[in-house]
């Protein structure tokens, strides 16, 4: 198993395996303890990623966990597939970017030479930030700082999940919010403004 460096990766979550723990597979004994891999389907997938790890080290689904074992939930900056290839770009803003695509390059795929790959060194290149709206489906905690890492795409200012350094904070906000009041069971809908601080990346 390889050893991580501390710099490497944030840690999610940890857990001590139980002194009177039955013995147990740690793609079976992780299941429903830790809140950001709430299936068993997501403990094999951190597994295999090298991102749940036993005592510091990488592991596999067959690892038979033993008491005292110390089982940590990290996350690491995701690294997009690199392709060195200029884009000639007709008009680029805060929100959208107007390329002329090359007639032999393909859109994505599983090759590295795509467009999708391409956009994404050239957009890095320039310092584009997007602003996205996610609509989460249950209320697991970091659930979306974490899924947007995973994809590659952390949040500003989000240090603990691998977000570049913003100066003002994290730019996560719950713009729109919808819930049964508690007493008359009446669907409430409230919508909010942008704080301040995003208007200085983002302008109306």
Not at 39 to 52: F, H, M
Not at 54 to 66: A, F, I, L, P
Request: charged letters at 25%.
């Amino acid at each position: 198993m390889k050893k991580l460096a501390l710099k490497d990766h944030q840690i999610i979550e940890s857990h001590v395996v139980f002194t009177q723990a039955a013995p147990a597979r740690l793609s079976d004994y992780a299941c429903g303890i830790f809140e950001s891999l709430p299936s068993r389907k997501s403990v094999k997938k951190a597994i295999k990623r090298g991102e749940l790890l036993v005592n510091g080290k990488e592991s596999e689904t067959g690892h038979w966990v033993q008491p005292g074992e110390v089982l940590k939930v990290v996350t690491r900056p995701h690294k997009l597939p690199v392709y060195q290839r200029e884009l000639e770009c007709v008009y680029q803003d805060n929100h959208i970017a107007v390329v002329v695509k090359p007639a032999d390059l393909p859109v994505s795929g599983f090759q590295v030479m795509n467009l999708q790959n391409a956009l994404a060194q050239n957009h890095k290149n320039r310092g584009v930030l997007t602003l996205v709206e996610a609509e989460p489906e249950t209320g697991r905690r970091n659930q979306i700082r974490i899924h947007l890492n995973r994809a590659g795409f952390p949040i500003l200012g989000d240090l603990k999940f691998g977000g570049p350094h913003s100066g003002r904070g994290l730019f996560l906000f719950a713009r729109f919010i919808r819930f049964k009041h508690p007493e008359s069971g009446e669907l409430l809908t409230f919508k909010m403004n942008l704080p301040g601080k995003f208007c200085r990346y983002f302008p109306k």
